[in-house]
């Protein structure tokens, strides 16, 4: 059964640093075949998209109050892929979600809390 799971949330000053984690499991190939992303969605506002890392090896960050703080980049030896987040503002603060894409099929993690705050 295919699994994502996030870890490496949490509280951080603004300003700081966290290092988000998503593992894949059960799937075919590993995550070298599939699409992973980072969404967030913070609370009364719509999921939104953070960051792709294709399959080829193409990463892309979308909203541009994230551009040059936040890095995904993945690990196919580990099943892993990761979002660097730094210089914190206290609009980070969301619930991170792990996204895969493999053909036409979609898969989610649980989520994940990250809160930037004093």
């Known amino acids: 059964q295919e699994q994502l799971v996030e870890s490496g949330g949490g509280l951080a000053q603004p300003g700081g640093s966290l290092r988000l984690s998503c593992t894949a499991s059960g799937f075919t190939g590993g995550i070298s075949v599939l699409t992973m992303s980072w969404y967030r969605q913070a609370p009364g506002l719509k999921r939104e998209l953070v960051a792709t890392?294709?399959?080829?090896?193409?990463?892309?960050n979308y909203p541009r109050s994230v551009q040059g703080r936040f890095t995904i980049s993945r690990d196919n030896a580990n099943n892993t892929v990761y979002l660097q987040m730094n210089n914190l503002k206290p609009e980070d603060t969301a619930v991170y979600f792990c996204?895969?894409?493999?053909?036409?099929?979609?898969?989610w993690g649980q989520g994940i809390q990250v809160t930037v705050s004093l």
């Open positions: 890392h294709t399959k080829f090896g193409h990463a892309v």
């Open positions: 996204n895969a894409i493999k053909d036409a099929s979609t898969y």
